[in-house]
């Protein structure tokens, strides 16, 4: 175990304020706490204070390096090498803190690629019901166009059109339109209950 003193304290902690982590010698901080020991034990007022100010410096260098050693078990994680100059139980922190890092990467990557798939999955859903929504072409032409007339309903709905609409199909598969705003007409139900909930016509009749 080499000698310590509190000069070999102060200038750990000094070297330790550069970006890189620093050799410490070996056995490092199981001869500080020796040191520590001993210089108790003398209860002298020098001793004391360098106990008291020691212990400030040895907390001090301890926060720097596992700073430092956080970082690069993120910078490992990315693919650089895992630093130098690591103590035996700095070794064990390090290599826990990559092994959470990736368990804790993997599974975000299965979760962002799981709700990817269910984005995906809406997209084509949303896709699906605007190319309902579009009156087919060649239906449009083959179908004769139903001329709605503001008349007595009978087992249907009489709405008020709010908005200009150009020719569609319905529900019944039936092309409708093109209608103006203010055009009063009859409609079955499923139409006028489409255009009532898309907030282009109005209920007059039911």
Known sequence: MELITYETIRSAQRAEKDEILQKLPDNFFESV?????????????????????????????????????????????????????????????????????????????????????????KIEEAKKTIEQMKPPETMAKKEEMVEIKPIKPNGKNMVKILKDLPRFVGPDLKSYGPLKSGDIITLSKDVSKLLINRKVAENILE
Not at 53 to 67: A, F, M, P, S, T
Not at 105 to 120: D, Q
């Open 33 to 121: 706490k020796e040191w520590f020991i001993n210089k108790e034990k003398m209860k002298d007022i020098t001793s004391l204070l360098e106990v008291e100010n020691g212990n400030k410096l040895v907390e001090d260098l301890i926060n720097r390096r596992q700073k430092k050693i956080v970082l690069a078990a993120l910078r490992t994680i990315r693919g650089e090498l895992p630093p130098p100059n690591l103590t035996d139980e700095e070794r064990k922190f390090f290599d826990q803190i990559v092994k959470n890092l990736k368990a804790f990467k993997n599974n975000m990557n299965e979760k962002f690629k799981g709700y990817g798939k269910i984005v995906e999955e």
